[in-house]
């Protein structure tokens, strides 16, 4: 059974830091793997989906990698904002186009001015 | 501003009470989603639709039932709420197609709170 992993939990960086944020998961026989953004008690917010195919995403100050043998996928976050602070969950698609995303639990960064 | 749009955003019902959570998406999407959240276990799918009419149980179905009757709108049921409820739900749409093109738009969430 697919299991995905983020490692830290939680993250704390000063303002115009640089920083990589990680997700592993147990089966690289993926479909594609996405990352999304929640604010406090509100929804997730999709930032980059990789297909299965690709090796990266990229938007804006963000720049997501995916490296399907080796189970890993990093989101980098350049020049970081307080306005970034939130917490970050990867999920995977596995089984196919319809196959249902597993998530991560998520790494909660926190920027300080 | 395509959306998806959660009717409740804060919930307090007693045990025992039938529970309404309604989801609606205006971006014509044939794929729809209820996910609960809590701290320490993520996101657990509960049940999906690819299709008016159509559902399919997720990893923890139990005590739920859900409804799709129009295209647009996806409702999660709590028959009988027990306070092992209480949780943040989230539902989330797609579309069909190809190549994995289908990115989940969620909602805001519904916090239900069961006392």
């Known amino acids: 059974k697919q299991e995905v992993t983020q490692i830290p939990a939680a993250l704390s960086v000063p303002e115009g830091e640089n920083l990589v944020l990680n997700c592993s998961f147990t089966?690289?026989?993926?479909?594609?793997l996405q990352w999304f953004r929640q604010d406090p008690g509100k929804g997730l917010t999709s930032l980059l989906l990789i297909q299965s195919s690709q090796r990266e995403q990229t938007s804006g100050r963000l720049n997501a990698s995916l490296d399907k043998s080796s189970g890993r996928s990093t989101l980098y976050i350049a020049a970081s904002q307080p306005g970034d602070s939130a917490t970050y969950l990867c999920a995977v698609k596995d089984g196919g186009s319809q196959g249902n995303l597993i998530f991560g639990k998520g790494t909660k960064l926190s920027v300080k001015p | 501003d395509v959306k998806v749009t959660q009717s409740s955003r804060y919930l307090v019902k007693r045990t025992g009470e039938k529970v309404f959570l309604e989801c609606v998406q205006d971006m014509d999407h044939e794929n729809m989603f209820w996910y609960r959240q809590d701290p320490g276990l993520g996101l657990r799918l509960i049940y999906f639709s690819y299709d008016v009419k159509m559902k399919e149980k997720g990893d923890i179905p139990e005590g739920y039932s859900v409804s799709r009757e129009k295209k647009e709108r996806f409702s999660l049921i709590l028959e009988s709420a027990s306070t092992n409820q209480t949780s943040m739900y989230l539902c989330?749409?797609?579309?069909?197609?190809?190549?994995?093109?289908?990115?989940?738009?969620f909602g805001a969430g519904s916090r239900l709170t069961v006392l």
């Open positions: 089966d690289s026989a993926i479909y594609n």
């Open positions: 989330a749409s797609s579309s069909a197609g190809a190549a994995g093109a289908n990115v989940l738009t």
